[in-house]
């Protein structure tokens, strides 16, 4: 479990998966295709439900649940873990990424400071659940998500982001509010 702070099902949380460092991990399509992939596998085989979300370079924003018996920090552990491992192959592999010794090394230096990572160690232990208790504090949270490649500067209107829930071409399904 990536932290202390529990999750319970069926309850409505506001999560954020960080990358160690802050580093600019996700401003590479090959590692945004590696999330939308295994947070595709999450929605159809472990009962996540996503209901807004915004991939930034260095971090997720997720309003989600999990709609089982199952706890949504467990699935997240395992989803980081999984996504590590993914994006390490990745790394190593692409001949195109022009940073890999760097975010190898960088990655390496986080491992080296928990004896709980052989080698590499990419995700914060923290996912920051919130859970969402009324309607307004929803809408708040939905905002801020979508709001977030704006105040980045990335885009000038929220829907034409493409790896954010408020646009209609986004790669992944949501659920109603």
Request: net charge negative; charged share 20%; proline share 3%.
């Amino acid at each position: 479990m990536s932290e202390n702070k529990k999750t319970f099902p069926d309850c409505l949380y506001f999560v954020t998966l960080t990358i160690v460092g802050w580093i600019n991990l996700f401003d590479r399509e090959c590692y945004k295709q590696i999330l939308v992939e295994n947070l595709k596998h999450c929605q159809e085989k472990e009962g996540l439900e996503i209901f807004a979300y915004v991939i930034m370079s260095n971090h997720i924003h997720i309003i989600a649940r999990r709609n089982n018996e199952l706890d949504l920090t467990e699935l997240l552990g395992r989803f980081k873990s999984v996504t590590s491992i993914k994006f390490i192959k990745e790394i190593i592999n692409n001949p195109q990424e022009s940073r890999r010794d760097w975010l190898l090394y960088q990655f390496n230096y986080f491992a080296n400071k928990n004896s709980q990572y052989d080698e590499y160690h990419l995700w914060q232990y923290t996912n920051h659940p919130t859970e969402l208790f009324s309607n307004n504090v929803i809408l708040q949270k939905v905002n801020y998500i979508h709001e977030n490649p704006v105040i980045a500067g990335i885009v000038n209107d929220a829907t034409t982001y493409v790896y954010s829930s408020a646009c209609p071409d986004s790669p992944l399904r949501m659920c109603e509010l």
